[in-house]
């Protein structure tokens, strides 16, 4: 009777002591699963907050011609909540005084309207973008900053080209002072958007105007008033006007919301929102503990309970 009771004793401690382990460890395990599955939704969120943040435009509109009356047209078309346009300005850098007209180096984009500084906004790296009105303030990507050898407030040199010359003849030369140091946008997307490139403000690229062919090409950003669903009757819009312009002319539409979605869909969290799978490391450890803790007090107990036979045994011997 005495072993009888000494085993259910020992047994009883013990397993209940197994169970508050395995209890602790599914708590601290839960925990941590839970943690990571609401950091990966945050992660996934951060993106769309981004966009948000930047006023980001739904499309571009490329216009392949320094004609600029073709961005007011683009502009007009139905469906439009808001647009604004950046100029790509015929320059090329003056690096260590020589000029480098390089095509991986002569990104020179005018804004007008506040492009890429209100809306489809740079990500500042260093520094602060200067005042729309600046007019010598400029903004650099790294690696443009690093072929000049400058940081802000240093000073970099623009050649100007005469886009209409069958030559380019150079109309002159424009120093600015470098104001930050960004990133274009929209951040994390694909090569075409890695580029090298200086951009500068309103007022700048209204004094840059005042060389002789300075535009060459230029791209319009539209917000639709219906987002990414307004994107399909803004596209009918846009080739009809290309068949009221004529003369050969095709207006390359670049849908922002599909890079938006791409990007999104890579840091899409991979993490099952299940909690049994979100679970399943914690029940495997706890589950492997509790084996082992089960194993550890059986045999105990089966030592315990042969100590106490021989005991009770030895009294009745006496």
């Known amino acids: 009777m005495r072993a009888a009771w000494y085993y259910w004793r020992s047994s009883g401690r013990r397993q209940w002591r197994s169970m508050l382990v395995v209890a602790l460890l599914c708590v601290i395990l839960g925990a941590a699963a839970l943690g990571a599955l609401a950091a ?56 260590h005084g020589r000029v480098d007209d390089s095509f991986v180096t002569d990104g020179f984009a005018g804004s007008v ?48 080209d005469n886009s209409l010359s069958l030559t380019n003849a150079p109309t002159g030369f424009v120093t600015y002072r470098v104001a930050a140091i960004v990133e274009l ?77 791409q990007v999104q869909e890579a840091i899409r969290p991979r993490l099952s929102p299940s909690p049994r799978s979100g679970l399943s490391p914690c029940w495997r450890l706890s589950s492997s503990s509790a084996r082992r803790c089960r194993s550890c007090s059986r045999r105990r107990q089966r030592r315990r309970v042969r100590s106490g036979e021989w005991a009770c045994a030895a009294l009745r011997w006496h």
């Not at 005042?210 to 803004?234: D, E, M, P, T």
């Open 113 to 160: 309207g506040g492009e890429l500084f209100t809306q489809d906004r740079m990500t500042v790296v260093a520094g602060h973008l200067p005042r729309l009105d600046s007019p010598n303030g400029i903004c650099l990507t790294a690696g443009l900053a690093r072929l000049f050898g400058v940081h802000v407030g240093g000073h970099v040199t623009y050649q100007f």
């Open 40 to 95: 990966a939704r945050r992660t996934e969120s951060a993106y769309g907050r981004y966009l948000v943040s930047i006023n980001s435009s739904d499309v571009y509109v490329n216009i392949p011609s320094p004609d600029r009356a073709l961005d007011a047209k683009v502009a007009a078309l139905p469906g439009i909540a808001s647009s604004s346009v950046w100029l790509g300005l015929s320059a090329n850098p003056v690096v």
């Open 185 to 261: 946008p929209p951040a994390l997307v694909d090569q075409f958007d890695q580029v090298q490139s200086a951009v500068i403000p309103p007022a700048a690229t209204a004094a840059a105007l005042a060389h002789r062919g300075a535009v060459a090409f230029s791209w319009v950003g539209v917000r639709l008033r219906n987002g990414g669903a307004g994107v399909a009757k803004f596209d009918r819009s846009v080739s009809q006007l290309a068949t009221r312009v004529g003369h050969g002319y095709t207006f390359a539409i670049r849908q922002l919301d599909l890079v938006h979605q």
